[in-house]
């Protein structure tokens, strides 16, 4: 069923589903002296979505969205099969402290729209979606963008690290040898080998003086548009 759809919709056509060597290697998965069971096929992860948006008169919007966990709250706006979020999962009990669950109050959570301003102007929209990265990964944007000179795009490619929960260091692949054994050196403790998916995906609009700079980050679904 993963293939079969609309035609007019489908990934791989029915002629190639038919085709007489696509039948025959999968004839020859069947194995004749036990049963089969196929494992069931792993969904695609979900998570945040990020995006930003600027117009020719300057205006310049940075949206994010975020259900926290799976569907939310479990609840749904009746007629919209829009589920609400439980970012107020958030929040702690414990009596006396900042973060302690009050009415009117937001939660503590990771959901950081970024913007920049210049001289009262809309200079950048961004966002690096990802939980706890994304304050870590807005810095490194910044960075590379506004202190580095870097176009986004360059930024958005370029290696990331990231502290962790465990107060580890993860890098990149990219990063060099060396550059992790100088770490290692100055007491910085790695951590295993971490995927990328971990490391966020950034979207950004940057403005120029004649027009804009759009980037979209190759580590997750995105694309940068201009119309």
Sequence with gaps: R?????????????????????????????????????????????????????????????????????????????GTGISLQNRGRGFTLEKGHPNCVAGGKRPYHTIIPGFVMKEGAPLMGFGVMGAHMQAQGHVQMMVRIIAGHQNPQCAADAPRWYIT????????????PSIREELQRRGHILAPETPTSVFGGAQLIYRLQDGYCAASDPRKDGQAVGF
């Design 2 to 78: 993963q293939q079969i759809a609309d035609p007019g919709w489908m990934k791989a056509q029915p002629t190639s589903l038919l085709d007489r060597s696509f039948l025959e290697e999968r004839a020859r998965s069947i194995q004749m002296d036990r049963a089969q069971f196929p494992a069931p096929a792993t969904p695609p992860d979900g998570g945040t979505v990020y995006l930003t948006a600027a117009d020719q008169g300057g205006m310049m919007v940075s949206y994010i969205q975020s259900n926290y966990q799976g569907f939310g709250s479990g609840i749904v706006i009746p």
């Design 165 to 176: 929960e465990d107060s580890l260091l993860a890098l990149e692949k990219a990063f060099s």
